[in-house]
């Protein structure tokens, strides 16, 4: 009986752009890094600094949304003090109600004077709803639930996504010409 022929488990390497065999390793995680660096920096210098008092339009909706949440928390809280809501026979935690309203408030105010600290933690928020979005979607029941929950995900992905460039702009230094 002939063996079987033995081939090599070795991957054949392809020529580079140049002609050069790739490099391996160190090296070429290191050509990674500064293509990369190379690209980052590509888009760095295409990036505009935020003017006195300009605000990205994204932060803008993110703001409006902060303050809208934290409008209906504070009404929440004042027409459960009000009537003397219960919730399993127990009173409503109205600190908390008031520490969530002085949260997203605040957000609100940073998002609007366009804060970076205000939208990375806009940004956090974004994430957590995302991910109770994604649990929603496992337990989904109904067709409504699942096509609604989808639509608000893909919302709060594509503020998500909108709000990384918009942070890079609150980050950048003033132009040199503005000192």
């Known amino acids: 009986m002939a063996e079987p022929s033995k081939k090599s488990n070795r991957r054949k390497s392809r020529p580079g752009e140049n002609g050069t065999r790739p490099r391996v390793g160190a090296d070429s995680m290191s050509a990674g890094y500064a293509k990369a660096e190379d690209k980052n920096e590509k888009v ?4 505009e600094p935020l003017k006195d008092g300009e605000r990205p339009t994204v932060v803008t909706v993110g703001a409006v949304f902060a303050f809208v949440v ?9 027409f459960a003090l009000a009537t003397g809501t219960k919730v399993n026979g127990e009173g409503v ?3 908390q109600w008031v520490f969530l309203t002085a949260i997203f408030g605040g957000m609100g105010w940073g998002m609007w004077r366009a804060r970076y600290w205000a939208v990375l ?7 957590l709803l995302m991910l ?13 639930q699942i096509v609604s929950t989808t639509i608000l995900l893909i919302g709060f992905a594509l503020l998500f996504f909108f709000m990384v460039k918009a942070m ?9 010409g503005r000192r």
């Open 93 to 95: 935690n109205i600190p």
């Open 168 to 176: 890079a702009r609150i980050q950048m230094p003033e132009s040199p």
């Open 121 to 127: 933690g806009f940004q956090m928020l974004l994430v």
């Open 132 to 144: 109770a979005a994604i649990a929603g979607l496992v337990v989904a029941a109904t067709l409504l």
């Open 44 to 47: 760095r210098e295409s990036l």
């Open 70 to 78: 934290a409008l209906i928390l504070g009404g929440s809280a004042i």
